[in-house]
């Protein structure tokens, strides 16, 4: 009811057949082996489910037509489409939408003829090519930005991986912490300085495939979630790629980055909504069951347990409306601001900071009503409680994301 009032109202006939077609493929596909996914340490389950979303034309789906893409690139239709992946597992939309939206998704719009040619075309082959978009560093004493890197307000000067013209190649020395899809990417886009004092001028992205030489990764992360997503760290040494493998140049690589950090919270927004969505469906389910007290009544009947109820459907339909909201202005940038604007970040830091909080309290309070029953395996509740979890803590956290929220309004000096 709530999905098909939306798409009604808002999106194109091709836009709604993208959607319902990761809808169907969450339910048939997705929803029959989530519980093993944690297990799933070769990620053999993990590569069928992308491989399965390859074949449906998802890797080619923003790729210009006359290389054989479906053109479809809208923040829009994919952040509705990550909601219903992620409804099944976070981590498979996490690392969907990392390889579309930012590695890819930068190449197509500056149309980088190298990138296209190089792996654009084997995205229209439906091959499936994951993406890591390497930004944040170690941070402290070990050196690096931290999660400084993704404050605007710093303008590049934290970013510790260095970048440097030698000829015809970009040399990249440094390291990278959290990145999704690192150590199994088969391209990386990295975040790098060419010299601090120039501000965003010095800010560059530059892509790098997997077997360029001088890369190399250290262990996966043990995480207490979203394990469908690998994390390790990557460091660079004297890493050599094509000078045409810059995203765009000065000035622009810094706008992209800017781009990515909105794009990417929009992205949050929607999938801890799908994880949120998920968990109020589980215990709609079991709390319609399920009987307590001396009245034989199941849970949902009993008042404290339906004033629950409501304050997750609250928190689930208003968490969608806004970062629908953001993915509807960040698509008319010529009505609401460049992508890379504070305005654009700061509506769609907004609906991710607001969304994150509502899908770790709704899968709190869903445990709540499930008692014991929801913090075990069996069931699926505490998946998504682990899941959603870290959304609300990468790209900065929910501190940062207040700054940005503030940025759309005044200047904040922080």
Not at 47 to 60: C, Q, S, V, W
Not at 80 to 87: D, F, H, M, P, S
Not at 101 to 118: M, R, S, T
Not at 168 to 188: F, P, Q, R
Request: net charge negative.
């Amino acid at each position: 009811m709530y999905r098909d009032a939306i798409l009604k109202e808002l999106y194109r006939e091709e836009d709604v057949i993208l959607i319902e077609m990761a809808r169907d493929f969450t339910e048939d596909v997705i929803m029959p082996v989530r519980q093993k996914i944690d297990e799933d340490r070769d990620h053999v389950i993990v590569h069928g489910i992308l491989e399965g979303l390859t074949n449906l034309g998802f890797m080619r789906a923003i790729w210009p037509e006359d290389i054989g893409g479906s053109d479809m690139s809208s923040a829009l239709t994919f952040s509705a489409a990550l909601e219903e992946i992620a409804r099944g597992d976070a981590g498979i939309a996490v690392s969907l939408g990392v390889s579309l939206g930012w590695l890819f998704l930068p190449a197509v719009e500056v149309k980088n003829e190298a990138i296209i040619n190089d792996f654009g075309k084997k995205c229209c082959e439906d091959e499936l090519v994951l993406g890591c978009f390497s930004m944040t560093e170690a941070g402290g004493p070990r050196g690096g930005g931290g999660c400084d890197i993704e404050n605007v307000n710093f303008h590049g000067k934290k970013i510790g991986t260095k970048a440097a013209l030698d000829g015809d190649h970009w040399v990249l020395n440094g390291e990278k912490m959290w990145a999704s899809n690192s150590g199994i990417a088969d391209l990386y886009l990295v975040t790098a300085n060419t010299d601090p004092s120039l501000g965003d001028e010095g800010i560059a992205l530059i892509y790098v495939p997997a077997d360029a030489e001088g890369l190399t990764f250290g262990k996966f992360e043990n995480k207490a979630g979203l394990q469908a997503d690998r994390n390790c760290p990557m460091f660079l040494d004297g890493v050599m790629v094509p000078k045409q493998y810059r995203l765009a140049g000065p000035g622009r690589d810094a706008e992209y980055l800017h781009q990515n950090l909105t794009i990417g919270r929009i992205g949050s927004a929607a999938m801890s909504v799908g994880c949120a969505q998920g968990a109020f469906e589980a215990v709609l389910e079991f709390t319609k069951e399920r009987v307590v007290g001396l009245s034989g009544k199941p849970i949902r009947q009993h008042s404290i347990a339906a004033g629950m109820i409501a304050d997750m459907a609250i928190g689930i339909e208003t968490a969608r409306s806004a970062y629908v909201t953001a993915s509807y202005k960040y698509d008319r940038p010529e009505e609401y601001g460049p992508r890379h604007s504070a305005a654009q970040l700061s509506r769609a830091s907004l609906a991710k900071v607001y969304a994150a909080e509502v899908a770790v309290s709704v899968t709190n309070k869903a445990m709540e009503l499930m008692g014991s029953y929801g913090y075990v395996r069996e069931y699926d509740v505490e998946k998504y409680w682990r899941d959603c979890k870290i959304i609300q803590l990468w790209e900065g956290g929910a501190q940062l994301g207040r700054f940005d929220i503030c940025r759309g309004y005044y200047d904040l000096d922080l």
